[in-house]
């Protein structure tokens, strides 16, 4: 049978998102690859349509640390695909070494790790909403948020980005955006659902650069039912609350507006 689903997965040059990519691809599925580096993503195009015989890949490349470029991305894909079954919003850059602080930042003056992990996947998910819901009027769609269980509550007492730091505020804020999502997307055939993708194991694996297994992740894309997972935070495989701040509705609404006036979407 042929998979006629069409997937879109950030940060599919390395880790985990390049493991589901080809994971994915091996299902015949078209696989959209998003990355950095022009070089990287095609290698990885090639190596992966080597491996599973998939000729049905594309590459995307975007700096993530650079809004319009996410803008640029989000119009390809719009004016190449009507459908979009997966969003995986997966791209990341991880915290900075224990007893440093990270000093750069994104084109648009944003704390890096907040730009790329949360803010650049805001926009991008917003740019491709109608593509989402088009699928879910005929199909099944959803955004699959790649999160941690390292969450550290929002302080906006001072509006200056720079407040937002951390890694763990930025993935709180990637699972605040998937409750608003579930939200929007009630009553429909899309939805939204955020992961911790790998056991401690598997994360010890992962920074020694060995294939991580992206079981957990694939399993939200491509075996569980909407209403199942819409809103819902997994720790891997099981159902878990997030950070009490998460489910907080003026804190998410907070967020959101500054999310909407820092991105202009
Ligand atoms: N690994 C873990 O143990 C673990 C645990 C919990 C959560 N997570 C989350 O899982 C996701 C994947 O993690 P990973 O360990 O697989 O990370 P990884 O191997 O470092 O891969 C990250 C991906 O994001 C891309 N990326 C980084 N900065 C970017 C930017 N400015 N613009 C566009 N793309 C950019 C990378 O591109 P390059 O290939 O060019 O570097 C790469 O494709 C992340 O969101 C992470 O926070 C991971």
């Known amino acids: 049978m042929v998979d006629d689903r069409t997937i879109l997965i950030t940060g599919a040059t390395s880790g ?6 080809q994971r994915l691809a091996a299902t015949g599925a078209t696989v959209l690859l998003h990355g950095r580096d022009a070089a990287k993503g095609e290698r990885t195009l090639a190596e992966i349509s080597k491996a599973t015989g998939n000729d049905r890949l594309e590459w995307y490349r975007a700096d993530f640390a650079d809004l319009h470029e996410v803008q640029d991305m989000a119009d390809a894909i719009r004016d190449r695909h009507t459908q979009l079954h997966a969003l995986v919003n997966n ?3 991880g915290p900075p070494k224990p007893g440093t602080v990270r000093t750069e930042r994104s084109a648009q003056g944003h704390e890096l790790c907040f730009a790329v992990d949360y ?4 926009a ?18 959803r955004i699959v948020n790649v999160s941690s269980t390292v969450q550290a509550p929002l302080d906006f007492d001072n509006t ?14 990637q699972i605040m955006m998937t ?5 929007r997307f009630r009553d429909t055939h899309v939805a939204a659902v ?3 993708p790998l056991t401690v194991n598997d994360t010890k694996k992962a920074q020694t650069s060995t294939t991580p297994d ?26 878990e609350r997030a950070h009490r701040q998460a489910y907080d509705v003026r804190v998410r609404e907070q967020l959101r507006n500054l999310s909407e006036e820092l991105t202009g979407f």
């Open 16 to 21: 985990l998102g390049r493991a589901l990519a």
């Open 91 to 93: 791209a990341g850059i």
């Open 119 to 122: 803010l650049a996947h805001f």
């Open 124 to 141: 991008l998910t917003r740019a491709l909403y109608p593509v989402l819901n088009q699928t879910g009027h005929v199909d099944h769609a």
């Open 160 to 173: 200056v980005i720079d407040r937002f730091e951390t890694y763990g505020q930025s993935k709180l804020a």
């Open 179 to 183: 409750l608003d999502l579930a939200e």
């Open 194 to 196: 955020a992961v911790h």
């Open 214 to 239: 992206a079981r957990a992740t694939a399993a939200l894309i491509d075996e569980m039912d909407l209403p199942v997972i819409n809103g819902k935070f997994f720790n891997v495989s099981t159902e």
